[in-house]
């Protein structure tokens, strides 16, 4: 009997600790708050626990050329919409029309845009979800897209090609990078969590690098990188980064989670790849070294006069 009691107390102790289904990042553990960091998320939901989880470290020479993963079609990446950018406690969301599509790429259907986030650091680290032989980046643009056919993200989760998550990388500049302006500004009015404000008019296009410098990407199959941790996403990681100031990157640093507490280092570590392959495109190296050739090719021959 006494056992018992002491196991349910044991039990009630443990549900005190830790509230199911809430879960937070590294950096908002103290003793004060105690919730479900990264290691503790199958807590939160056991998908977490699962083998093909997301983010993970691309370790570049074990990857493998796959000639189906061609250029993308960006489609309506140009059109300007007028969206909202939200504070919703872990991140700085923005929902996207569903009219900008993805195609190509080695997808199998077209996937149109539901929503982009960040993942970033803090003032002293580097703060992407993803690293590169072991490398991380200041931060992680995320552009989640579902299945054409779909109309909810939570149905795209039950496919497990469902999403696919467009991942890019962003880089220290000196100068300041003016096309994220509206995004930046914007950020003072979503201080607080569960913060909401109409955004200036942005096209996704404009937080990108240019479409030409797109063609070399790592493909492969993971999860959601939060709760629920979902495996239903079929991932790209763009080689070309997105130039970001200091200063621009320092503004996401003021942004607070529920408890107040500075947003920083909104990252989940890099996970197990359980035998999974990382693949690459090859087009940009291949069209390079192919220009270079036939360039070689022709002042050996003595054909440069051609051109
Ligand atoms: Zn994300």
Redesign the pocket.
Known sequence: MQQLLFTLALLSFLALDTEAGDWCYQSQFSCDHQCNTPNKWDHANSDCDGRYQSPINVVTRKTLLDERLTPFKFTNYQQIFRGFIKNNGH?VQVGVPHLSTISGGGLSTTYKAVQF???WGNSKGPGS?HTIDGEQYPM?L?I?HMKHHYTDLSTALADQEGVA?L?FFYEKSNSANRKYDPIITSLRSIKAANGNTSLPPVSLAQLLPPEQNLTSFYRYKGS???PGCTEAVVWTLFENTIPLSSDQLRAFFDLKFHDGKPMVDTFRPVQPLNGRQVFRSGATVALTSTALLVAALASALGLSQLN
Request: charged share 15%; aromatic share 0%; proline share 0%.
């Open positions: 991140s986030h960040l993942h979800e992680e995320h989640v998550v991942g959601l990188t939060t």
